[in-house]
């Protein structure tokens, strides 16, 4: 996100989405708030404010003029009580007192002349505003600030095309690298606490004719709550994927679109599964109808991992069983079925 680094008056950007940027390409160039360089009133209060620098300046001046005269004065003060002192006229106290006056002179004089630099620079500042407000007014040329590309990109959104006033940090537009783009997944933080850092993440339904493939590189540690299409608070977590497809098989993809990410908690060969619909509680554990010619037999069965739509089988049943789907309150143990 590049945005104004001061209030002002920007003007129009001609890039468009897409186009390549390099860096340190000029990107918006703002010049000085019109509103306020050209009104009458702010004018005047220029032009016054030199006059009231001006002065400032005389005065310090002529307060550094009077501070010289003193510290000459208790210099030559301080001079004559040393000479008195050796002949014994004056007291060692008058001596000291002198010799104080002088260093209080010279610090007001050191001081004066400060000021004086002050004033100056206060003069300075005050004839550079109204220099800007005349030129402004006279249709010159105005100091303008060029906002700069911090990195090679391509621009991804133009949030301030046309010509218009500014605040300092409001967005201008969006600029990224599409080579490093990457998948920002929101989960359910009871399924965040499954997945860890390095985890196979499979990409479907973005539009392409195939998945992509990305690990996760982060889930991040605070959570967030989402109202779900239903109505229901959840808690959800975000998961950074990085792609590891090759990158034309994911060129198509831009900054925002739309992907559904499957996470791989584990994977294993040979696995022997069936559809969960096939599964039911039979006391503390599971069992599915095993068809045995033309009759359900009823099998008790190990499950292990489960996905959804399918559940691995640990025992009970073997490879090439076939088993009843969808059983209902119709189907027990030995009831003749007719598979459909």
Known sequence: MVAAPVAGYA???DL???????????????????????????RVQAQAQVSAAQAALVVAQENARAAVAAAQLAQQERVRAESLRQSNFVSAQALDTART?????????????????VARFDLETARAAAA??????RDGAADVLEVRAPVAARVLRVQHESEGPVAAGQPLLEIGNPESLEAEVEVLSTDAVKIASGSKVILDRWGGDRSIEGRVRVVEPG?????????????????????????EAWARLGDGYRVEARFVLWEGKDVLQLPTSALFRLGSGWAAFRLDGR???????????RAGLATQVLSGLKAGDRVVAHPDETIRDGVRVKPR
Do not use: N, W
């Not at 050191?110 to 630099?117: F, H, K, R």
């Not at 967030?224 to 994927?241: D, N, Y």
């Not at 009759?295 to 991992?305: D, K, M, N, S």
């Open 16 to 42: 468009k989405a897409g186009d390549p940027v390099a860096a340190g390409q000029v990107l918006a160039v703002i010049e000085p708030a019109r509103s306020v360089a050209l009104d009458p009133r702010t």
């Open 11 to 13: 003007r129009r950007i």
């Open 295 to 305: 009759r359900a037999r009823q099998e008790p069965v190990e499950i292990g991992q």
């Open 223 to 247: 959570g967030f709550t989402k109202i779900s299409a239903l109505g229901v608070e959840e808690q959800r977590v975000r998961v950074i994927v990085d792609f590891t497809s090759p990158r």
């Open 101 to 117: 006056a002088e260093t209080r002179a010279h610090a007001a004089e050191q001081a004066a002349q400060y000021a004086v630099s």
């Open 132 to 137: 800007s407000t005349a030129r402004l007014q």
